[in-house]
C-alpha cells in the first residue's frame, strides 16, 4: 500500500551539506512513522531520526543530534533530512522507512515493514 522513494545523496567534502528527501506514496489512517536509517559497508543498519508524522513527534540519534534536522511537508507528502557539518563517519546508504504499527515510532530496523531504495552519501576529503 505504502511505497517510499528517496533522493539527493551524493559525494561531498567534510563540513558540507546534503538534503535527502524521502517521498511517500500515501500515510494510513493513523501511527504513521517515517524513519531514516543508514547502513556503513560492512556494518549494521541504525536509526538515524525517527518521525511520528501525526504528531510531529522527533527522536535523533545522539551521533547526528545537532547536525541533521528532519522536516515534513505534508502536502507534498515528503520527509526532508537536512544533514549540516557532515564527516567521513557519516559515509552510508541512506534508507527511509515506514510502520504504522505502533503507537510510538521506533528507531530500529527489525520493526518496520516498508523500505526505500536507499541512497548513497559518501563524505570524504
Known amino acids: 500500500q505504502v511505497t517510499l522513494v528517496e533522493s539527493g545523496g551524493g559525494s561531498v567534502q567534510p563540513g558540507g551539506s546534503l538534503r535527502l528527501s524521502c517521498r511517500v506514496s500515501?500515510?494510513?489512517?493513523?501511527?504513521?512513522?517515517v524513519t531514516w536509517f543508514r547502513q556503513a559497508s560492512g556494518k549494521d543498519r541504525e536509526g538515524v531520526v525517527t518521525?511520528?508524522?501525526?504528531?510531529?513527534?522527533?527522536f535523533y540519534a545522539d551521533s547526528v543530534k545537532g547536525r541533521f534536522t528532519v522536516s515534513q511537508d505534508d502536502d507534498k507528502r515528503t520527509i526532508d533530512l537536512q544533514m549540516n557539518d557532515l564527516q567521513p563517519e557519516d559515509t552510508a546508504m541512506y534508507f527511509c522507512?515506514?510502520?504504522?504499527?505502533?503507537?510510538?515510532?521506533?528507531?530500529?530496523?527489525?520493526?518496520?515493514?516498508?523500505w526505500g531504495q536507499g541512497t548513497q552519501v559518501t563524505v570524504s576529503s
Open positions: 518521525l511520528a508524522v501525526d504528531s510531529r513527534n522527533t
Open positions: 500515501t500515510y494510513s489512517g493513523r501511527r504513521n512513522c
Open positions: 522507512a515506514f510502520t504504522d504499527r505502533y503507537i510510538g515510532c521506533p528507531l530500529f530496523a527489525k520493526f518496520y515493514q516498508i
